[in-house]
């Protein structure tokens, strides 16, 4: 890969975790009227995949996609607009954190019905398959959503049908406070899609190297007309399933599970990766800090300055026939 992109992988990555840390630095005045899901923690999954996404490809998203959301090419601004649920939002105030679009990037939206955007993909990818555009989707989710039929039933047609549709499972391990090991019998998610006769790979999803690289060839291998393929994406949150608290002190999860996921850090182990090849070093450090910290500030105070929707607002974009 290029210097430029190897670049691009670490700043998608730091834009991520800065935007979210301002998100939940914000989050205690109470202005942000919507419930947030943070992907502190899984920011490789999202810049891995979305490196080698073009911007008329399709992405679907969950309750937790902001990190996808940034990755795609969506407007900082609209995003965080969107959170302050006002007019200028990506969702014109109405959708929250769990409802974020931006089709002008290929963003038709996330769904905060677990396993929900997973149809709605398949049906994009079914589009372009009739319609031959040449477009891949790309539909995340996470361990939780596996439970749904919607899972089963959207692999089972998409492997029938080879359409172009890159599944991204974003596994940490937990759907709220549900382990995985107290829902499956079967640990190894990329196992069970075996038997669709669909490609499937369990890969380190902190690793944004290998996220990728698999990446690449699953997105080459939709557009050739070879997908559906699978990718389940090995990785944790830091933050709790909602808001900005922490479930560990409560024991929801242990310690040393945490402590073992913290000292991955999907951005840490990167930046002293192009530190090693000579790609890196503070003074750019510092220099990207200050520049992603600046366009953060912008966003934010573009949000808090908007104006909310209105009463006569009310019947815009709802449909009648
Ligand atoms: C159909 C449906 N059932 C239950 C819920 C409640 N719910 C919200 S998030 C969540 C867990 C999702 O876990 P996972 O898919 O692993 O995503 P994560 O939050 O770990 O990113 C559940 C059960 C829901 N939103 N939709
Ligand atoms: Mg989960």
């Known amino acids: 890969m290029k210097s430029e992109k190897l670049i691009e992988l670490y700043h998608t990555m730091v834009r991520i975790r800065m935007v979210e840390e301002r998100i939940a630095a914000e989050y205690q005045y109470d202005e942000i009227k919507t419930p947030i899901h943070l992907s502190i923690g899984q920011e490789a999954i999202a810049a ?3 490196i080698h996404l073009e ?10 996609s902001h ?3 940034l990755a795609k090419g969506g407007d900082l601004k609209k995003m965080i607009a969107e959170l302050y649920l006002r007019k200028t939002g990506c969702s014109h105030g109405r959708g929250g954190s769990m409802h974020l679009a931006a089709p002008e990037v290929g963003i038709f939206g996330s769904s905060a019905i677990v396993g929900g955007d997973i149809p709605l993909g398949t049906g994009t990818a079914l589009a372009s398959k009739l319609k031959k555009d040449g477009r891949v989707t790309a539909v995340f989710f996470g361990d939780g959503a596996v439970d749904e039929g919607t899972f089963h039933e959207s692999l089972e047609f998409a492997a ?8 991204v499972c974003e596994n940490n391990h937990y759907a709220i406070n549900s382990p995985e090991s107290k829902r499956h019998r079967n640990l190894n998610i990329a196992q069970w899609v075996e038997g669709y006769a669909v490609p499937s790979y369990r890969i380190n999803g902190n690793d944004v190297l290998e996220v990728s690289e ?7 291998d939709c557009r050739k007309g070879n997908g559906p393929v699978f990718l389940e994406c090995d990785t944790y949150r830091w933050k709790g399933h909602i808001g900005t608290v922490d479930d560990v002190g409560n024991g929801y999860r242990p310690k040393e599970e945490y402590d073992y996921w913290l ?3 999907p951005i840490q182990w990167y930046r002293q990766y192009l530190e090693s090849i000579g790609l890196w070093d503070d003074a750019k450090e510092k220099a ?4 992603i910290a600046a366009e953060i500030q912008e966003a934010f105070e573009f949000a808090q300055k908007s104006p909310k929707p209105s009463p006569e607002d009310l019947m815009d974009c709802v449909y009648s026939s």
Do not use: W
Request: charged share 30%; proline share 3%; glycine share 6%.
């Open 263 to 265: 000292s991955k850090c």
């Open 67 to 69: 990190a996808q959301y």
């Open 160 to 167: 029938l049908k080879n359409l172009p549709v890159l599944y």
């Open 288 to 291: 990207q800090r200050e520049k």
């Open 214 to 220: 698999y990446a690449r060839e699953a997105i080459d």
């Open 48 to 50: 891995g995949v979305c």
């Open 55 to 64: 911007k008329s490809d399709y992405l679907f998203g969950t309750h937790r």
